[in-house]
């Protein structure tokens, strides 16, 4: 997506080991046009799957999550993440490391905004080692709901996760897809 690559070019920052610094219009302040934009580019890749539900994980995911809902008219759930293992009844839960944080959140859906004929939509801001999809999968799994697949506002692809959900068979659709970050510059892939 263009527009998402001129935003990347003009505010991203690359820090120490890897990470892309989006804070100007994903993951601190955000760009409401630019989110919309996302939005209408997941709601086109994914038409006509019989998507019922699109999930995410908070926090960041639940912008370009709830824009991807409004362009296709459908409900956003956004997994809590818990620090506390108190299990809960009513709630499907995963475990989710993450290997930048060097943190494990306990992700959960309540039941109560699950139903068994859902096809869901799964959206992220980032996608990098790829856990927080694995965490809704797990919890898609546990659910019995099926998945259409995962739109990704923002591709690592020298990361493993875009690789390992494609070779589970799971639908990835990325909006940018970043080759390296190496020498504080980032690369996009080439198609
Ligand atoms: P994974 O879900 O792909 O496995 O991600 P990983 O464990 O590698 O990263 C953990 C957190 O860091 C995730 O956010 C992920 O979105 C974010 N992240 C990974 N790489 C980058 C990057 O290059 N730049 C930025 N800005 N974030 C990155 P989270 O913990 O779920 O936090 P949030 O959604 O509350 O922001
Ligand atoms: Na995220
Ligand atoms: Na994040």
Known sequence: ?????????EYGTVLPGNILKVDAFLNHQVDPQLMLHIGQEFAKL???EGIT???????????PAVMTGLEMNLPVIFARKHKS???NQNMYTADVYSYTKKTTNRISV???YVDANDKILMIDDFLANGQAVEGLLEIADQAGVQV????????KSFQPGAGELKERGIRVESLARIQSLSDNKVEFVKD
């Open 1 to 9: 997506m263009k527009e998402l690559e001129e935003k990347i070019k």
């Open 53 to 63: 539900k699109i999930w995410t994980v908070e926090s960041s995911g639940i912008a």
């Open 148 to 155: 259409a697949g995962a739109g990704i506002v923002i591709e």
């Open 110 to 112: 309540s039941k109560k």
């Open 85 to 87: 293992l108190t299990l």
């Open 46 to 48: 994914f038409a006509n």
